[in-house]
């Protein structure tokens, strides 16, 4: 089956959180199963075109939105085995972030994904594909464009952050070239403005979460974001199949980003890459365990626990380095306590091979999330023989288990969504820490779990089948 899987966002070429690599890895592993996948995604200015031999093809045109006539030009390149179709129009690409600074969104967002979307259905009006795979609310618009221009692909539509739903005003209807006659709340209208989500979750012939634990919750109000009864609404075609990472590129016996390298048999190269860390670090004490925290500065993330917890943090017997960006007051809090205790480092910014380093040298990953789809931290983690300190939401609950629960990753999951109950994690970790030969069993355990892109791909080609086939949807995990 030939297969068009549209993102925003694609690692390598940009990326800002778990959706660019699961942009990356899924298709590819598709193409292992034997189906024929091709990515688009926009050529933003900042990606390398000569790094990547990203080359312009002959196919351009003009898209007619709104009262608008916008220039598109489609570039390839071909990467890791994977045809990448690039869409270039100055409006959606020549910005510096990919969706707004720190702290916001470009207020012309809904235009520049609309081209985007409109490009994605104008690939499958002339691409004969058979299934488009869409990803989050940037590219949900070219559901209802597709049903609307007769597109025969069927459409499957992920939601990787329901969080995120790309919400504007009823004024980006013609500027979109949305038919008005969608503004009702059966579709896309939502509380007098315009939710793209909406239009992936009821337009596409199958909708998909990224974890079974999320694809329950969001039908309840505490996690539905005021979609849960849209969802429930379309929950006939709503299932949750677990991310998977690429276990080539997170492999701790050949990371080019680390000082050494190591197995689940040889836990020597990991005790160096933690020596590294703490000298680069400046940290004290190399018996210390060290915890580290990897991700966005963002209220889900549990950064409101974190702060309110780092006086309690600094006081245990552990070394912390915290690695990310986002939201100013979380920036000032942690600068603010890494200057007064010396157990304490913080690194703002993104930076990918540091990332790698952090869960290589760790002893304990730290990620607290007030809700999480999925995440992919805590597998890359336990691939490096760390141990995930989680609340058990969503993913974290479907891949992190009790400490000799003997389920397939194992760490120290809590329930009580507090400051209180992440330090009590921390500390209960802790008690595992110090003793060397406990610790290494875990490590050693939760490295040969598979949380491979591979599982994932199987039950995305089952889904895939199911469609074209004209099986029920709605037959999967809930």
């Given at each position: ?22 942009a ?28 990547y ?33 690039f869409?270039?129009n ?23 994904f ?48 329901l ?6 005003p ?15 709340p ?133 070394n ?35 990332s ?8 304990l ?47 120290f ?37 598979d ?11 089952q ?16």
């Open positions: 089956m030939t297969i068009l899987f549209a993102s925003a966002e694609l690692f390598p070429f940009s990326k800002s959180g778990g959706l660019a690599d699961m990356s890895a899924l298709p590819r592993a598709l193409n292992r199963k034997g189906q024929e996948v091709t990515a688009v995604t926009p050529l933003y200015a900042f990606i390398d075109k000569k790094k031999n990203i080359l312009k093809t002959e196919e351009s045109f003009r898209l007619k939105i709104g009262q608008m006539v916008h220039d598109v030009e489609i570039h390839r390149c071909e990467y890791e085995g994977v045809e990448i179709l869409v270039y100055e409006i959606l690409c020549n910005r510096q972030h990919l969706y707004g600074p720190p702290g916001g969104g470009y207020p012309d967002n809904d235009l520049r609309a081209i985007f979307c409109h490009v994605v259905v104008e690939l499958l009006r002339c691409g004969n594909y058979d299934l488009c795979h869409l990803n989050d609310w940037h590219t949900a618009l070219a559901a209802l464009l597709a049903k609307e221009t007769g597109v025969e692909s069927r459409v499957v539509y992920t939601i990787h952050n969080a995120y739903q790309g919400i504007f009823p004024s980006s209807l013609e500027r979109c070239g949305i038919d008005a006659r969608h503004f009702t059966e579709e896309i209208e939502f509380y007098g403005q315009v939710n793209w989500m909406k239009a992936g979750i009821g337009f596409a012939d199958a909708v998909t979460t990224v974890s079974p634990t999320y694809a329950r919750e969001i039908l309840m109000p505490e996690f539905g974001c005021g979609l849960d009864g849209y969802l429930r609404r379309h929950s006939a075609k709503l299932r949750g199949i677990l991310n998977g990472i690429d276990p080539t590129l997170y492999d701790p016996g050949s990371d080019p980003s680390l000082p050494a390298h190591f197995d689940a048999e040889n836990f020597a190269g990991k005790a160096e890459c933690k020596a590294a860390l703490c000298r680069d670090f400046e940290l004290d004490d190399l018996a210390r365990p060290l915890v580290v925290f990897i991700g966005r500065f963002v209220a889900q993330k549990g950064m409101e626990w974190i702060i309110e917890a780092l006086d309690a943090l600094a006081a245990l017997p552990a912390f380095i915290f690695l990310g960006e986002g939201e100013e007051r979380y920036h000032a809090a942690l600068e603010a306590a890494a200057g007064r205790t010396a157990n304490l480092r913080c690194f703002f910014g993104y930076d990918e091979a540091l790698h380093r952090l869960y290589a040298g760790a002893d990953l730290l990620m607290p999330s007030r809700f999480e789809p999925c995440g992919l931290n805590q597998m890359i983690a336990m691939r490096y023989g760390t141990i995930p300190v989680v609340h058990a939401v969503g993913g974290l609950r479907d891949t992190v288990h009790p400490a000799g629960s003997g389920r397939c990753g194992e760490g999951p809590f329930e009580d969504g507090n400051a209180c109950g992440l330090v009590a994690a921390i500390e209960k970790a802790l008690t595992l820490t110090a003793d060397p030969q406990k610790l290494e069993a875990l490590r050693r355990f939760d490295m040969g779990c949380f491979s892109i591979g599982r994932c791909a199987e039950e995305y080609r889904l895939y089948g199911e469609l074209l086939s004209g099986s029920p949807s709605s037959k999967g995990e809930l």
